[in-house]
């Protein structure tokens, strides 16, 4: 038996509304380009609005101009999607508050994530989302994912209850060292002052 192996998301389709609650949202507040609009294939009742969320991926949306917005949060089941994130920087997660308050959206305000600072609140179908911004840039070569196993293993060796700032710190320096040469025979700190 072998593995089938993946290699990222290739896109996230969601039932939406009409048409028009789609674009505004999706485009008109989360500013993701409107890139593609056909039918949806396997139902010809249904379109199908494709979204770039920023990375090249794909949110896509089915809709139906017979289905009416409803803000209803769908139920929280076994199986069912509890929140869609989706990254964004340091200086757009601070214009976040404002920028829902300015529409007159709820939500959570900042939340500390120790690694990272997240933001939650509905859309006009009730669906949960969250922006998170994460709070380091990888070395170069390397992705967040790296950083994140090593600062879990940072954090359970030390005994810490979760990562916060100084674990990933040292986990970007232990990779620094790992994956980049020196001439150095010694790369421990020093007082140079």
Same mark, same amino acid.
């Given at each position: 038996?072998? +593995?089938?192996?993946?290699?990222?998301?290739?896109?996230?389709?969601?039932?939406?509304?009409?048409?028009?609650?789609?674009?505004?949202?999706?485009?008109?507040? %989360?500013?993701?380009?409107?890139?593609?609009?056909?039918?949806?294939?396997?139902?010809? +009742?249904?379109?199908?609005?494709?979204?770039?969320?920023?990375? $090249?991926?794909?949110?896509?949306?089915?809709?139906?101009?017979?289905?009416?917005?409803?803000?209803?949060?769908?139920?929280?089941?076994?199986?069912?999607?509890?929140?869609?994130?989706?990254?964004?920087?340091?200086?757009?997660?601070?214009?976040?508050?404002?920028?829902?308050?300015?529409?007159?959206?709820?939500?959570? $305000?900042?939340?500390?994530?120790?690694?990272?600072?997240?933001?939650?609140?509905?859309?006009?179908?009730? %669906?949960? %989302?969250? %922006?998170?911004?994460?709070?380091?840039?990888?070395?170069?070569?390397?992705?967040?994912?790296?950083?994140?196993?090593?600062?879990?293993?940072?954090?359970?060796?030390?005994?810490?209850?979760?990562?916060?700032?100084?674990?990933?710190?040292?986990?970007?320096?232990?990779?620094?060292?790992?994956?980049?040469?020196?001439?150095?025979?010694?790369?421990?700190?020093?007082?140079?002052?």
């Amino acid at each position: 038996m072998r +593995k089938i192996q993946t290699q990222g998301v290739h896109h996230i389709t969601l039932n939406g509304a009409d048409r028009q609650t789609s674009i505004d949202f999706w485009e008109g507040v %989360l500013g993701m380009p409107f890139v593609f609009d056909q039918p949806n294939l396997d139902n010809p +009742k249904e379109g199908h609005l494709y979204f770039d969320p920023g990375d $090249g991926r794909l949110i896509t949306i089915f809709t139906n101009e017979e289905r009416k917005p409803d803000p209803t949060p769908p139920p929280e089941a076994i199986g069912s999607l509890h929140h869609l994130a989706l990254n964004v920087s340091q200086a757009t997660f601070w214009q976040v508050a404002a920028r829902l308050d300015a529409r007159g959206v709820k939500h959570s $305000g900042p939340v500390d994530r120790g690694f990272m600072d997240s933001i939650y609140f509905r859309d006009p179908l009730g %669906l949960r %989302l969250e %922006l998170a911004s994460y709070r380091f840039e990888p070395p170069e070569g390397c992705r967040h994912a790296d950083v994140m196993i090593e600062a879990h293993r940072i954090r359970v060796e030390r005994g810490d209850h979760h990562i916060d700032r100084e674990h990933l710190a040292d986990a970007i320096e232990l990779l620094v060292e790992r994956r980049q040469s020196s001439l150095s025979d010694d790369r421990s700190p020093r007082k140079a002052y």
